[in-house]
């Protein structure tokens, strides 16, 4: 939806008249009233919608959408029309301000949440985390010019084996200058200072399955809201417990819990962008010596000189190089 350029005034009117068809339409007659709602879950073919003005609101209406709409995800602002007490039709989607999403099955987008303000990227002392994963995710949020929250959980299981481990990917992550937290969703610790920058804000948890996202919503709401699930035994990998996205209203923000996914591909990053997703790589965008510098072994790059200074972290540079591989360079 946001791709199509169409201007406000023709959106408008598509809109109203998707509207008219559908008054007309309606089998119902007694009360087709239409209402804004948002979308606080979709699975299978049905979304859940919370109406944003009648008599419904702070309930839940399962709806269809119309064939003619986009896919519509978690966070999206809709117009529908009840069809009973508590079913309804979407008939049309409002434009959205940004939209977090994935490559899917044969390299397709996935849309996982619209009109997001943060995004916190979930990892956790177990499941062992991978600064290339945790890097792939930094760069769609780049993408997106949002600001992420990089979250380390279950730190009530760091150890003297994974300590040094844990504490350099933080510190490489901290250097660059991202807002990074320490938690614990099972023991409270650090959970106060990470609610205080959510206020006001739609925030979306996004990581590998197992991490405990749920369990940080859980621990946020101060109940037990979203379904947590096992390590498997021996893996010690999560078991994909959450299969849907889902927005939770709590208090003063909103959270979006989203399913853990097993790998995540940019297919949909442009590879001459992808710099752009490494902060501190693109502080030095334009000062190697060559225009065309591939940052390899050319003499005066300026990427290289960081890195023998320090200033770049070796691994950061290895993960670019290896995403910049997988995307087609
Ligand atoms: N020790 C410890 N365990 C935790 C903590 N947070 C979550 N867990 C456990 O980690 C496991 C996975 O938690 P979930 O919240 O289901 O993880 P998730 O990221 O939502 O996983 P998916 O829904 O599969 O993506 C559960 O057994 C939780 O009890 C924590 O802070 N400390
Ligand atoms: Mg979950
Ligand atoms: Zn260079």
Redesign the pocket.
């Known amino acids: 939806m946001a791709k199509r350029k169409l201007t406000k005034q023709q959106q408008v009117r598509i809109s109203a008249n998707q509207l008219t068809e559908s008054s007309s339409s309606s089998s119902e007659g007694d009360d087709n009233t239409v209402l804004q709602g948002l979308v606080i879950s979709h699975f299978g073919q049905q979304l859940e919608i919370e109406p944003l003005e009648g008599s419904l609101q702070n309930q839940t209406v399962r709806c269809f959408q119309r064939a003619n709409l986009p896919r519509l995800v978690t966070g999206d602002k809709v117009l529908f029309q009840l069809d009973s007490q508590d079913t309804g039709v979407i008939l049309s989607a409002q434009p959205r301000n940004n939209v977090f999403a994935r490559p899917g099955f044969k390299g397709l987008i996935k849309p996982v949440a619209a009109n997001i303000d943060k995004v916190l990227v979930?990892i956790?002392v177990l499941p062992e985390p991978f600064m290339n994963l945790t890097d792939r995710y930094l760069v769609a949020i780049e993408s997106l010019n949002l600001d992420p929250i990089i979250v380390l959980?279950?730190?009530?299981?760091v150890t003297e084996k994974n300590r040094s481990n844990i504490d350099n990917m933080m510190s490489i992550y901290k250097g660059i200058g991202y807002d990074t937290h320490r938690?614990?969703?099972?023991?409270g610790i650090g959970m106060a200072e990470l609610e205080s920058q959510l206020a006001g804000l739609t925030t979306v948890l996004v990581?590998?399955?197992?991490?405990?996202?749920?369990?940080?919503v859980?621990s946020l709401s101060r109940q037990d809201s979203?379904?947590?699930?096992?390590?498997s035994i021996g893996k010690e990998k999560?078991?994909?417990?959450?299969t849907t996205a889902r927005l939770f209203h709590l208090g003063t923000f909103d959270l979006v819990?989203s399913?853990?996914i097993r790998e995540f591909n940019l297919g949909h990053i442009e590879p001459t962008l992808l710099i752009d997703g490494y902060r501190e790589l693109r502080a030095l965008k334009g000062q190697c010596k060559f225009r065309d510098c591939a940052h390899q072994s050319e003499p005066e790059c300026a990427i290289l000189a960081a890195v023998e200074n320090g200033l770049v972290s070796r691994e950061r540079l290895s993960n670019y190089f290896q995403i910049l591989q997988s995307i087609g360079i």
């Open positions: 979930v956790a959980n279950k730190a009530d299981l938690v614990s969703a099972s023991t990581g590998q399955s197992g991490v405990g996202k749920s369990s940080l859980n979203a379904a947590v699930g096992r390590l999560g078991t994909h417990t959450t819990d399913p853990g």
